[in-house]
């Protein structure tokens, strides 16, 4: 399965890089100048990057967004190859290191900061009061409603109110209403017997 990163160097390493790929490493009158090699420590995000002999350090960054890369043989058909969500950001000794693991940028200008401004915030929410809302509904959805909720002076709470008990919701008062009413017309039309359960249908029906 193949897998793909950005790379992201210095320029005075995307240099001594191109260089590198432009010439091929047989000519080269040392070997070990012409080698790249990438790892990373236990943590998994912070690493080294070597070229030759000089090493950089790098960070494994996740990006604000999936890209896609493409092969094309022609300019003309491409070919989708992956998808691309993390970078491998390599810096310079001195510069500071990125913070966690995702980085607030994208790939072009227009993705700048976009963590920031194109995408939104996490919600702040109150996991037991997420639970007791979750609650809430299944007890509507059951037909009963025993709890509430109370708006407090900076807060909405839960609990239950004795004076607004209630076993059925108005959905449910209204179907019975009409049951009800249904059977009462039923019962009311002529004075044929109705002998059998089947009977009360024929008897509205007829």
């Known amino acids: 399965m193949e897998e793909q990163f950005i790379l992201r160097v210095p320029p005075s390493a995307a240099e001594r890089i191109e260089r590198l790929m432009n010439e091929s490493a047989a000519s080269s009158s040392n070997p070990d100048e012409a080698s790249l090699d990438l790892s990373f420590s236990e943590d998994g995000t912070n690493g080294t990057f070597m070229i030759g002999n000089e090493s950089f350090p790098a960070s494994l960054l996740d990006l604000p967004a999936v890209v896609e890369s493409y092969k094309t043989y022609d300019d003309s058909v491409l070919i ?3 998808d691309v969500g993390q970078m491998i950001m390599v810096r310079e000794e001195n510069d500071p290191a990125p913070e966690g693991v995702e980085y607030k940028h994208g790939l072009t200008p227009l993705m700048r900061d976009a963590r920031r401004r194109r995408f939104r915030r996490e919600p702040d929410l109150n996991a037991e009061l997420v639970n007791q809302v979750e609650k809430h509904l299944i007890s509507i959805m059951h037909g009963v409603s025993i709890s509430g909720f109370f708006h407090g002076v900076r ?22 209403a009409y049951l009800l009413t249904a059977l ?11 002998d059998y359960g089947y009977d009360l249908f024929k008897r509205y029906r007829y």
Do not use: C, H, N, P
């Open 184 to 194: 009462r017309e039923i019962w009311i039309r002529g004075d044929v017997d109705v």
């Open 80 to 82: 989708k190859t992956a």
């Open 155 to 176: 807060s909405l709470s839960f609990g239950v109110d004795l004076q607004e008990i209630r076993l059925m919701g108005v959905l449910q008062r209204i179907a019975i």
